[in-house]
Every structure is written in C-alpha cells, then in structure tokens.
C-alpha cells in the first residue's frame, strides 16, 4: 500500500511538473505589449485602455498597462518605457505627456528592438515613433473653428475668444487642436508649434487647463476677470468645457450669449452639446486608436512589418467628425443622436 501510494505521488508530481512547464512555455511565448496613457481617470483613456483589454484578449496578448499620475507626467511614462524593455516587450502604445521630453526615451525603446506605436498625440518630431495612430488634431479643431465662424456670422469680426488649453509645455494635441481652430475661424498665427503670440484684437488670452474641469472652470474664471464681454470659447477638451460652463453659469452667462465649442466626443461631451452647454465638439475614437496599436504590434511580431500612413499624412488618421444639432452649410457634421452612438465614457 505504501509502495503504490509513494508511486501515485511520484506519477503525480511528475504530472504536475510537465504541466508547469507546458504552462511556462506558453506564457513565454505569449507576445507581451504594453499601453501607456496620460492619466487612467479621463474618460478618453479609460475607453483606451479598455480597447486595448478586449484586443489583447481577442489576440492572446499579455497586455502591461500604465499612467501617469497627471497630465503632463513625463517621469512615470519614462519608468513605464523602461519597464517594458525590462520585460522582453515586442512593442508598446503610449499617448505621450510630453511629445519632445519623451522622445530620447522612445529612441531607447526602439534601438532595443520594441515597435512604438503613438497615440493621439504625436511625438516632436513625429518621426521618433514608428507609427502614429491618432486624430487630425488640427482638422478637428478647424471643424469648430469653422461651425463658430458660421454660426457667429457677423458678429464673428467683434468676438472675444477665450482659449482654453492644456498645457505650458504645449504638447502637440494642444498647439494642433488650438491652431486648427484659428484656422478655422480665420486668425493667423505665427508659429504652428507655438501658441499665445497672435496679434489678433478678438482674443482675451490662453488659460491653461489641465484638461480637467476643475482647471476649465478656474481657467475661465481668469478670463472673464480679464474680460466679462467673452461670448466665444475655445476649449481643448470637453471636461475643461464643462468647467468653463460653470464659471460662466456663476457670472450669470449662461443664457446663450457665450458659444463653447471642444472636442473629443465622449458620452459626456456629447449630452452636453445635446443639452446646449457646448455648440459643437469634434468626436475622436479612442477604442479603435487602442485596438488598431495592438493588432499592428501583435503583426510586427510575427512578421517584422511595420504598419502604415494615411496617403497624403505623416500618420494613420482615425476620424473626426463635427457633433451638433445646430448645423451649417459648408461644414459636414452629424447630431447628437448618432454622436451618442458613436461615443465613448
């Protein structure tokens, strides 16, 4: 009884052991990649990351995901980075907090064989990333740029604009989308990577935000001290729109003679264009910017192919499009309903 039992533990343990190394061999062989966003509290990169979860299922990938602590957190992006070398990854998606500041990071990644994948905001230069995945951020705010323009009419010659941005380090998103909507509504600018040296009369001045309601509502706050006569603001993303609506809720503006206009699209954002806190927004898809990185690294581990540009881009171009229920002639756009559809948080 003895000897047969001793057996049955040593067939057992043997059963056990190959099982371990059978189940080790395939996690060694799983493909690891990696996302790394700004912040996991905007809903813009909560439906990231969750694109990416669903990808990475689908695929058999083992997905590492990071954030950083804040918007504008280069230090937790740069230990993400070289987390991912650390663990053997095949390439990594990251929305970078700095697009310059990351950049000798990203060149490390790369010169060690992983495939860099950027999203939504693209480095400076661009061309320090294998790929770009993202909005037409100056498209986008040229959209709104021109829905104001129209809806203004007239009145669009007097205008005082408030510009609510992100960030002092002016990141790519930020000086794309702000002069993208200069564009639109017929300002000149000087620098495309640099904004606030506008000679134009109509602007009260740049507040930045933190891409964060709090900071929209403090940002307009400073500029409605600086100029109560606002009636145009110009707002980096929707959640600093929904901070300015407050503030000029509180300063009793909020009776349809101030125009906001964002971008983005989230679920949020576009219940507010419905309840006619915002004008207009720019919707942009994050899941498909996530899922697309994913299979486009999964591919590059297989076949070394490095996935490709829109024609005409120096990256891939994932859509926009206007979101408003008051629209006008010359700018294509869809209404809240179908917005509310296609949106995101």
């Given at each position: ?33 990696g996302l790394i966003t700004k912040t996991n509290t905007n809903p813009f990169f909560v439906k990231m990351k969750e694109g ?232 942009q898809y994050p899941l498909k910017m996530a899922a697309m990185a994913l299979e486009a690294i999964a591919n590059y581990a ?44």
């Amino acid at each position: 009884m003895t000897k047969r039992f001793s057996w049955l533990s040593t067939s057992a343990a043997a059963l056990f052991a190959i099982t371990l190394l059978g189940g080790a061999s395939a996690m060694a062989q799983q493909i690891t990649v990696g996302l790394i966003t700004k912040t996991n509290t905007n809903p813009f990169f909560v439906k990231m990351k969750e694109g990416a979860d669903a990808k990475a299922k689908e695929l058999g990938l083992n997905l590492q995901s990071f954030a950083g602590k804040y918007d504008g957190d280069n230090e937790s992006q740069v230990a993400a980075i070289e987390s991912l070398i650390s663990a053997g990854a095949k390439g990594f998606a990251i929305v970078p907090s700095d697009s310059s500041a990351i950049v000798p990071t990203i060149k490390k990644a790369r010169d060690a064989g992983l495939l860099v994948i950027v999203l939504d905001t693209p480095l400076d230069p661009i061309d320090a990333a294998d790929a770009t995945f993202a909005t037409d951020n100056f498209k986008a705010g040229q959209l709104i740029g021109q829905w104001a323009l129209k809806t203004m009419g007239d009145k669009a010659k007097d205008a005082r604009i408030a510009f609510l941005d992100l960030a002092t380090n002016q990141p790519t998103v930020d000086y794309l989308r702000d002069h993208g909507f200069m564009k639109g509504f017929g300002i000149d600018f000087k620098n495309l990577k640099h904004y606030g040296d506008e000679t134009d009369k109509r602007i009260v001045g740049h507040e930045m935000t933190a891409g964060a309601e709090e900071g929209g509502q403090k940002a307009m706050e400073t500029l409605l001290q600086k100029d109560p006569n606002i009636n145009l603001v110009y707002t980096i993303n929707e959640p600093a729109a929904a901070g300015a609506w407050h503030a000029l809720k509180a300063a009793g503006k909020d009776d349809g003679s101030v125009l906001v206009v964002s971008i983005d699209g989230g679920c949020p954002g576009v219940k507010n264009v419905k309840a006619g806190i915002i004008g207009a927004t720019s919707q942009q898809y994050p899941l498909k910017m996530a899922a697309m990185a994913l299979e486009a690294i999964a591919n590059y581990a297989k076949t070394g192919k490095k996935p490709e540009k829109t024609p005409g881009l120096d990256f891939y171009d994932t859509g926009a499009t206007l979101v408003t229920d008051k629209p006008v002639e010359g700018v294509p756009s869809i209404k809240t309903e179908e917005g509310l559809k296609l949106c995101w948080g």
